[in-house]
């Protein structure tokens, strides 16, 4: 393990917006906020999730542009998230925090009806095994767990595959609405200003390498 990641491992440690706790712990104890995270936040607003987030691009994006939502993002590579909470921390944004985890465990760190927005930002496909696919059934009925009714969620994805595979056999069959979706975000002559509010590492990598960038949003009814 190279000296720099090792550096930010330790830095990691003493970040008041980064939340890390092992299997065994989080099995034995529970995660502490769960259901509390207005404790946290200092306020009631609502929370935004991103799922996946790497360095926390959109987490970042979005909390500039709206301090009256917090922000969340989740991924399990320490060495990435080093990157986004030291950025919070240092701006300050106090809207902004994040959890290093397994998205399959996601369910264990918010109560029911305590998140109101998901974003999934350039996941990964997963070609050949679709249930572990983010936005498979078995993914989607782990986030209304959490889920508040009416809440949004976001793909964003370089993946026709993943895209396709979302909007016409995952979501047809869940209580959501689908409220806009495009195969070439960038190929629109407006709308999706969110969106395309940021470009992450990857999305400006995809983009270079000439692949249409898809995105969908949709309601869950319930």
């Known amino acids: 393990m190279g000296h720099h990641k090792l550096q930010r491992f330790a830095e990691n440690l003493t970040f008041a917006n980064l939340f890390q706790i092992g299997f065994e712990q989080l099995e034995a104890e529970g995660f502490a906020l769960r259901g ?16 996946g987030c790497g360095k926390g691009d959109y ?20 060495a990435r998230l080093w990157r986004g909470a ?14 290093r985890t397994r998205i399959e465990l996601i369910d264990r760190f918010f109560a029911p009806g305590e998140v109101d927005e998901v ?8 070609p050949k095994k679709p249930g572990k696919r983010l936005t498979s059934p078995r993914f989607l009925a782990t986030y209304r767990r959490f889920l508040a009714a009416g ?14 595979y979302t909007l016409h056999e995952v979501l047809p069959g869940e209580d959501c609405t689908v409220l806009c979706n495009t195969d070439n975000l960038y190929g629109e002559a407006g709308g999706f200003e969110e969106a395309r509010l940021t470009q992450t590492f990857y999305e400006r ?5 000439g692949k249409p960038i898809t995105y969908i ?4 009814n319930q």
């Not at 509390?36 to 799922?51: A, D, I, K, M, Q």
């Not at 987490?59 to 320490?78: Q, S």
């Open 151 to 164: 809440s949004i969620v976001h793909l964003k994805t370089d993946s026709r595959e993943l895209y396709d």
């Open 119 to 126: 974003w999934i930002t350039f996941c990964d496909p997963q």
């Open 205 to 209: 990598m995809f983009l270079a390498e």
């Open 86 to 99: 030291k950025t919070a921390t240092e701006e300050p944004l106090p809207n902004v925090a994040f959890i």
């Open 36 to 51: 509390r995270w207005s404790e946290h936040f200092g306020n009631g607003n609502p929370v935004t999730l991103e799922l």
């Open 59 to 78: 987490t970042l994006a979005l909390a500039r542009i709206h301090p009256e939502r917090n922000y969340i993002g989740v991924d399990i590579k320490g």
């Open 217 to 220: 949003q949709w309601k869950n």
